[in-house]
C-alpha cells in the first residue's frame, strides 16, 4: 500500500510538472507569433487586402516562368509537353497583371475620397512612398549590376545612364539597348515609375471632371473619364503602330521631327500602358462602391465574381491563341479552328495587351468577388510571402537565372527539372535577403509619411 501511495504521488508531481511546462509552453507562444508577426513581411498598404498579394504572386509567377521556359529552350532541355510550354511562353502576360493591381492599390486612397468624401491624399506624400519604395532596389541593383567591369561607364554613355537612373530609359532606344543588356525586365520600371509621377494628376482630373459627388450625373461623368484614359491610351498605342507599320517597321521613337518627340514622350519603346492602368483605376473604384460601401450584396457578389472568373480564363486562353498568330509567342498549332481571333499583328499592338490587362481586371474582381475559399487561396501565407518580395524577384530573377543557366545548363547531367528546383532556392534565398536588408528598411521609414490617424489604421487587415 505505501508503494502504491508513493507511486501515485510520483505521478501527481509530474503531471504537476508536465502542467507548469506546458503553461509556460503556452505563455511563450504569444512572443513566438509576435517574433514571427514582426518577421512576416507586410505590403505596408493602409488597409492590406489579402488576396492582393495573391496575385502579385501570380503576376510574379508567370514571369519567372516564362524566363525559366525560355533559357529551358534556348540550352535545349525539355521543358515539357506543347501545353506547358505554351503557357509558360504566355508568362509575359504576368507584366500586365502588374500593371493592374498597380492602377487598382494605387488608385484606392483617391477612390474613397471620391466616392466617400474622406480627405484628398497628398500628392507630396505619395511621391515620397512611392521613392522609398522603389528607388532604393533599383539604384542597389543598378550598382550591382552595371560597376562590375565598368564596361558600360563610359563618356559616350553619359546621356542614356542619365535616362537609367531617372527611369526614363524606354524614351531612348540607347537607353533602352543597355538596360536590356543589364536586366531586361527594368524595361516596365520605366513604365510603372511614369505611371507614379501622373496617378495624382489624373485622379486630380477625374474629380474635376466627376464634380460634386451624389447623384446619376457623376458616376456618368467619373465612367466617362474612364473611357475617355482607356480611348486615350488606345489612341496614342494606334497612333504608335501606324508609325511603325509606315516607316518600314521603324520604332516609333525613331519617327522623324514632332512626331518622334510625341512618341519619346508618350509612348516610348514599348508604350506607357495608360489604357491597361485604367482598367486597374476602373477596379478600385468597382471595389469602393461594391465592398466597401456594400451597393453589392454577398450573395450578387459571389455570382458576379465566378461570372468575372470564368470569363477571365476564356478571355486569357483566348488571347494566347491571339499572342501567337500574332507572332508574340512561339505556339507551334494548327489554327483553323480559332480564326474567329485577330491574326493581324497591328491589330494586337493596339487591343492585344489592353485585352489582356481587361482579362485580369476580371480576373482580380473574381477573387475578390468571389467564394471565401478562392479568397482563402489567394491568401495562403506562402503565396503572399512570394507577392510581398515580388518586387525584389523581379529585380533580381533575370540576372540569377542568366548566370545559374550559363553555369548548369550547358551540362548534360542538368534536367529542366533540376533547374527548376535550383532556381526557385536560390530566388527564394538571395531575394528574402534584398527584400529585408534593402526594401523592409525603406518601408518601415514609410509610415512617417503617413499622418498619426493613418498609422493608426495600418494595423486593420481588410480580408475581403
Given at each position: 500500500?505505501?508503494?502504491?501511495?508513493?507511486q501515485?504521488?510520483?505521478?501527481?508531481k509530474?503531471?504537476?510538472?508536465?502542467?507548469?511546462?506546458?503553461?509556460?509552453?503556452l505563455r511563450?507562444l504569444?512572443?513566438i507569433?509576435?517574433?514571427f508577426?514582426?518577421?512576416?513581411?507586410?505590403?505596408?498598404a493602409m488597409?492590406?487586402?489579402?488576396?492582393?498579394?495573391?496575385?502579385?504572386?501570380?503576376?510574379?509567377?508567370?514571369?519567372i516562368?516564362?524566363?525559366i521556359?525560355?533559357?529551358?529552350?534556348?540550352?535545349?532541355?525539355?521543358?515539357?509537353?506543347?501545353p506547358?510550354r505554351?503557357?509558360g511562353?504566355?508568362g509575359?502576360?504576368?507584366?500586365?497583371?502588374?500593371?493592374?493591381?498597380?492602377?487598382?492599390?494605387?488608385?484606392l486612397p483617391?477612390a474613397?475620397?471620391?466616392?466617400?468624401?474622406?480627405?484628398?491624399?497628398?500628392?507630396?506624400?505619395f511621391?515620397?512612398?512611392?521613392?522609398?519604395?522603389i528607388?532604393?532596389?533599383?539604384?542597389?541593383?543598378?550598382?550591382?549590376?552595371?560597376?562590375?567591369?565598368?564596361g558600360?561607364l563610359r563618356?559616350?554613355?553619359?546621356?542614356?545612364?542619365?535616362?537609367?537612373?531617372?527611369?526614363?530609359h524606354?524614351?531612348r532606344?540607347?537607353?533602352?539597348t543597355?538596360?536590356?543588356?543589364?536586366?531586361?525586365?527594368f524595361w516596365?520600371l520605366?513604365?510603372?515609375?511614369?505611371?507614379?509621377?501622373?496617378?495624382?494628376?489624373?485622379a486630380?482630373?477625374l474629380?474635376?471632371?466627376?464634380?460634386?459627388?451624389?447623384?446619376?450625373?457623376f458616376?456618368?461623368?467619373?465612367?466617362?473619364?474612364?473611357?475617355?484614359?482607356?480611348?486615350?491610351g488606345?489612341?496614342?498605342?494606334?497612333?504608335?503602330?501606324?508609325?511603325?507599320?509606315?516607316w518600314?517597321?521603324?520604332?516609333?521613337?525613331?519617327?522623324?521631327?514632332?512626331?518622334g518627340?510625341?512618341?519619346?514622350?508618350?509612348y516610348?519603346?514599348?508604350?506607357?500602358?495608360?489604357e491597361v492602368?485604367t482598367?486597374?483605376?476602373?477596379?478600385?473604384?468597382?471595389?469602393?462602391?461594391?465592398?466597401?460601401?456594400?451597393y453589392?450584396?454577398?450573395?450578387?457578389?459571389?455570382?458576379?465574381?465566378?461570372?468575372?472568373?470564368?470569363?477571365?480564363?476564356?478571355?486569357?486562353?483566348?488571347?494566347?491563341?491571339w499572342?501567337?498568330?500574332a507572332?508574340?509567342?512561339?505556339?507551334?498549332?494548327g489554327?483553323?479552328?480559332?480564326?474567329?481571333?485577330p491574326?493581324?499583328?497591328?491589330?494586337?499592338e493596339?487591343?492585344?495587351?489592353?485585352?489582356?490587362?481587361?482579362?485580369?481586371?476580371?480576373?482580380?474582381?473574381?477573387?475578390?468577388?468571389?467564394?471565401?475559399?478562392?479568397?482563402?487561396f489567394?491568401?495562403?501565407?506562402p503565396?503572399?510571402?512570394?507577392g510581398?518580395?515580388s518586387?525584389?524577384?523581379?529585380?533580381?530573377?533575370?540576372?540569377?537565372l542568366?548566370?545559374?543557366?550559363?553555369?548548369?545548363l550547358?551540362?548534360?547531367?542538368?534536367?529542366?527539372?533540376?533547374f527548376?528546383a535550383?532556381s526557385?532556392?536560390?530566388?527564394?534565398?538571395?531575394c528574402?535577403?534584398s527584400?529585408y536588408?534593402?526594401?523592409?528598411?525603406?518601408i518601415?521609414?514609410?509610415?512617417?509619411?503617413?499622418t498619426?490617424?493613418q498609422q493608426?489604421?495600418?494595423?486593420?487587415t481588410?480580408?475581403?
Amino acid at each position: 500500500m505505501t508503494v502504491l501511495v508513493n507511486q501515485v504521488g510520483m505521478f501527481g508531481k509530474r503531471t504537476t510538472i508536465a502542467k507548469i511546462q506546458t503553461q509556460e509552453h503556452l505563455r511563450g507562444l504569444p512572443a513566438i507569433r509576435a517574433l514571427f508577426k514582426r518577421l512576416m513581411p507586410s505590403s505596408s498598404a493602409m488597409r492590406e487586402i489579402a488576396p492582393v498579394d495573391g496575385m502579385r504572386a501570380l503576376a510574379i509567377l508567370l514571369v519567372i516562368w516564362c524566363h525559366i521556359s525560355v533559357f529551358g529552350t534556348t540550352y535545349g532541355l525539355n521543358v515539357g509537353p506543347g501545353p506547358i510550354r505554351y503557357l509558360g511562353d504566355f508568362g509575359f502576360s504576368g507584366v500586365f497583371l502588374f500593371f493592374v493591381l498597380s492602377g487598382f492599390l494605387l488608385f484606392l486612397p483617391y477612390a474613397r475620397a471620391l466616392l466617400d468624401n474622406q480627405p484628398w491624399p497628398s500628392a507630396r506624400k505619395f511621391y515620397l512612398r512611392r521613392t522609398l519604395r522603389i528607388l532604393p532596389l533599383y539604384y542597389v541593383a543598378l550598382a550591382v549590376l552595371l560597376l562590375p567591369g565598368g564596361g558600360w561607364l563610359r563618356p559616350q554613355n553619359i546621356v542614356p545612364l542619365s535616362f537609367i537612373v531617372l527611369l526614363l530609359h524606354d524614351m531612348r532606344w540607347d537607353a533602352s539597348t543597355i538596360i536590356s543588356w543589364v536586366d531586361g525586365p527594368f524595361w516596365t520600371l520605366a513604365v510603372e515609375w511614369q505611371f507614379y509621377l501622373l496617378l495624382p494628376w489624373l485622379a486630380f482630373a477625374l474629380a474635376k471632371v466627376a464634380g460634386a459627388q451624389g447623384g446619376r450625373a457623376f458616376f456618368l461623368r467619373l465612367t466617362g473619364g474612364l473611357v475617355s484614359l482607356v480611348l486615350l491610351g488606345l489612341s496614342i498605342r494606334w497612333l504608335a503602330a501606324v508609325t511603325y507599320y509606315t516607316w518600314g517597321q521603324a520604332q516609333p521613337i525613331n519617327a522623324p521631327g514632332v512626331l518622334g518627340f510625341a512618341m519619346r514622350l508618350f509612348y516610348g519603346i514599348k508604350g506607357k500602358y495608360l489604357e491597361v492602368f485604367t482598367l486597374g483605376i476602373a477596379a478600385s473604384v468597382i471595389y469602393v462602391l461594391a465592398i466597401e460601401r456594400g451597393y453589392l450584396s454577398m450573395q450578387r457578389r459571389k455570382m458576379l465574381g465566378a461570372l468575372a472568373t470564368i470569363i477571365a480564363v476564356a478571355g486569357l486562353v483566348a488571347c494566347m491563341f491571339w499572342a501567337a498568330q500574332a507572332q508574340r509567342i512561339p505556339l507551334a498549332l494548327g489554327t483553323s479552328w480559332w480564326l474567329f481571333v485577330p491574326s493581324n499583328g497591328e491589330v494586337w499592338e493596339i487591343l492585344g495587351e489592353w485585352t489582356l490587362g481587361l482579362c485580369f481586371v476580371l480576373l482580380l474582381l473574381g477573387v475578390l468577388f468571389g467564394t471565401p475559399g478562392m479568397q482563402r487561396f489567394f491568401s495562403l501565407r506562402p503565396l503572399r510571402y512570394i507577392g510581398i518580395i515580388s518586387y525584389s524577384l523581379y529585380v533580381w530573377h533575370y540576372p540569377i537565372l542568366t548566370l545559374l543557366s550559363s553555369t548548369f545548363l550547358p551540362s548534360a547531367a542538368t534536367s529542366y527539372l533540376h533547374f527548376i528546383a535550383l532556381s526557385a532556392v536560390i530566388l527564394l534565398l538571395v531575394c528574402s535577403g534584398s527584400y529585408y536588408l534593402i526594401e523592409r528598411p525603406f518601408i518601415r521609414y514609410r509610415h512617417t509619411a503617413h499622418t498619426p490617424a493613418q498609422q493608426e489604421m495600418a494595423s486593420l487587415t481588410v480580408q475581403s
